[in-house]
């Protein structure tokens, strides 16, 4: 196997140093050391492999939108060395098969740790459990539940799977949008949507879910988790969750940190995602959040969707953009550029806390000497261009197209072997 | 002027222009000289995604009197109902060389959409979208309040305009407030809480809840249609308690100053929001709303496809 040495390159926040990467471990740290092969890392900074606790792989079913190997070599490109595959595929990966499936696509992309996320309950209908306990028990091992795409919004159900995932440390992860008071909904409800004329998604409906399911988890003595997570009252309600000692952690993706509702007055369904952009008032408030560790990670909600549910009017379109190659650019310009956060706390939050949430034994784990070297060597001194034609994901809905986003993927080690050199994708 | 999808679009000098221009047409127009020519040989579309008698007859009739080739274009009978996608229907109509599409969409932002994705090169015109705007309306109310309270000239500086029903899902309000205020009148919203659109107290207008405290100093009062589906929605109990609280009926009507008018875009539903015998009242100036349509889509058609007063 190959070895490799990252020449003076800064480990999250501390002095330039060396890197030296073999047999899949972190070997060696200091200075004046070599290897097979020489990376030039000065300027640049080493994060811990960055884990995606949700994604949207969209295989099996819609393989013209994203493949399990299509989405890990975005994964790559964008610094990622997990990823957790959401349950909203068609057939649902609501049982052992379809779980096991996925995660041996994973295993032959082999770009990525693919961890399939289980659904709560059979085909997403929100009426009965699903296999929870066979998907956990699988060679897929499943820790992390979800209805992604829709709220497990029958309170009594929400109960049940927050009790029997116990058995086996899972989680429920819950995509909290209060059903009736979203029926149609196209985009935040605010002052723009009274003004564009489109149907509005209030924030009480993320709150009020978010609210109940806080106390059932309490009630329960379990692990809940909470999914992209986009109001300013959804911040307090954790914070005042945490406070009570209630398990409960909660995610961002980049574009709740990046954009606010005025975008939607270009009527480009490019911006139409759920739960939708919100105000600047909610954009201040998860920022804070993530900063403070209310907010306990950022997770790229990565929808990809063929342009032909994006290029035509906003109503016919689907929900949802693109993340993975995109995330820690928006990471570092939202939160690292303007003085919220530095690397460790980015680091934290992108690959330790959604590794520990996940419970990815071998991911999220400190650059270190005897660490498993996954790895994202990340310039922050470039800046470039989004451009759509250019995404390594199969599908080309990212928000960011014609953005100026700071900083660059120099390189990504999966397991010793570098997925990214040179800002290139190696495979 | 290349499209017209918002009212916003239009500052004063646009909107005066308009109106002035509607007036000339209207009035060559009644000099029975028959087709006015300086559209021959342009083509206009009639791109229909709802169902709508009196704006597509009177954008119809506005184009072909000034000599213009009309093409309609309804979903119904066409490929759109075998699920052609609007972006492949606009590239149709592109190839066909329409100058200038006037679109209804249910929609909210289509028209937005169809000008400005690179689908198509000709002037779109919104004939309103879903719950977002109704531009060519919002003028014909405009140009209607004009000839009754300022004598068919300048603006409507001073004009308190009440606005009554269901302002959440009304194209027509949301037309009608921001073209108002740019002419210089006043409005006022008039609903039940329930039907009017969050975040409301930033816009440019008051706000009551209570109709009978909203007619006295009223010039012009505006009912909008209230869907009879609202009520299982919620919105409001039922029909009856819609009606006695918030429909303009004679006794309403009785209480409005001399010489104020009564204005509904249609289709009404009589009965409802107004009265039949309000409806058909001297009041109302309903019928003479249709009739002015027809004057201000011909000046918007003039101006969008290249009139000579057009910047």
Known sequence: MTSYVIKDVAILD???????????????????????????????????????????????????????????????????TA???????????????????????GQAAGLVDVRPVGAVTMGLEGTALAELGAMADSAAAVRVFSDDGKCVHDAA??????????????????????????????MNEGVVSGKLGLAGWPAVAEEAIIARDVLLAHHVGSRLHICHLSTAGSVEIIRWAKSRGI??????????????????????????????????????????GLADGTINIVATDHAPHPSEDKDCEWTAAAF??????????????????????????VADRMS?????????????????????????????????????????????????????????????FYRGTPTVLNGELNA | MKHLLSAADLGYDDAILILDTAKQLAAATEQGVGKLPPLRGRTVVNLFYEDSTRTRISFEAAAKRLSADVINFSAKGSSVSKGESLKDTALTLEAMGADAVVIRHNSSGAPHRLANAGWISGG???????????????????????????????????????????VLHSRVARSNVLLLNTLGAKVRLVAPPTLLPYGIEDWDCEVSYDLDASLEGSDAVMMLRVQRERMNAAYFPNAHEYSSRYGLNVTRMNRLAESAIVMHPGPMNRGMEISADVADSDRSVIVEQVANGVSVRMAVLYLILGGSESK
């Open chain 1, 83 to 105: 990823i957790h595959a959401m349950a909203n595929t068609n057939p649902v990966a609501d049982t052992a098969g379809v779980v096991e499936q996925v995660w041996r696509l």
């Open chain 2, 124 to 166: 779109v015109v919104n004939a309103g979208d879903g719950t977002h705007e109704h531009p060519t309306q919002a003028l014909l109310d405009a140009f209607t309040l004009r000839n009754h309270l300022r004598n068919g000239d300048g603006d409507l500086k001073g004009v308190n305009v009440t606005i009554v029903g269901d």
């Open chain 1, 247 to 288: 398990n409960v952690t909660a995610e961002v993706t980049p574009h709740h940190l990046y954009f606010t509702d005025e975008v939607v007055e270009t009527y480009d369904p490019i911006f139409k995602v759920n739960p939708p952009l919100r105000t600047k008032a909610d954009v201040e408030a998860v920022r804070a």
């Open chain 1, 320 to 345: 949802g953009m693109t993340g993975l190659e995109s995330a820690l650019s928006v990471v570092f310009e939202t939160m690292v550029q303007t003085g919220l956060m530095n690397w460790a706390a």
């Open chain 1, 157 to 186: 159900l929400m109960r049940r799977a927050l009790e029997y995932v116990k058995a086996f440390d899972g989680v429920v992860a819950q995509h909290a949008q209060e059903p009736r008071l979203t029926e149609g909904a196209q």
């Open chain 1, 14 to 80: 501390g002095k330039p140093t060396d890197i030296v990467i073999k047999d899949g471990v972190i070997a060696e740290i200091g200075n004046g050391l070599s290897a097979d092969q020489t990376i030039d890392g000065s300027g640049c900074v080493a994060l811990p492999g960055l884990v995606d606790l949700h994604t949207h792989l969209r295989e099996p079913g819609r393989e013209d939108a994203e493949t399990v190997l299509s989405g890990s070599r975005a994964a790559a490109m964008g610094g990622f």
């Open chain 1, 352 to 412: 330790v806390a959604p590794a520990q949430i996940g419970r990815v034994s071998s991911q999220g784990q400190p650059i270190a000497v005897g660490s498993p070297a996954n790895l994202v060597i990340f310039d922050p001194r470039v800046s470039q261009e989004v451009d759509a034609r250019k995404t390594v994901s199969a599908s080309r809905n990212t928000p960011y197209a014609g953005r100026t986003l700071p900083g660059k993927v120099v390189a990504t």
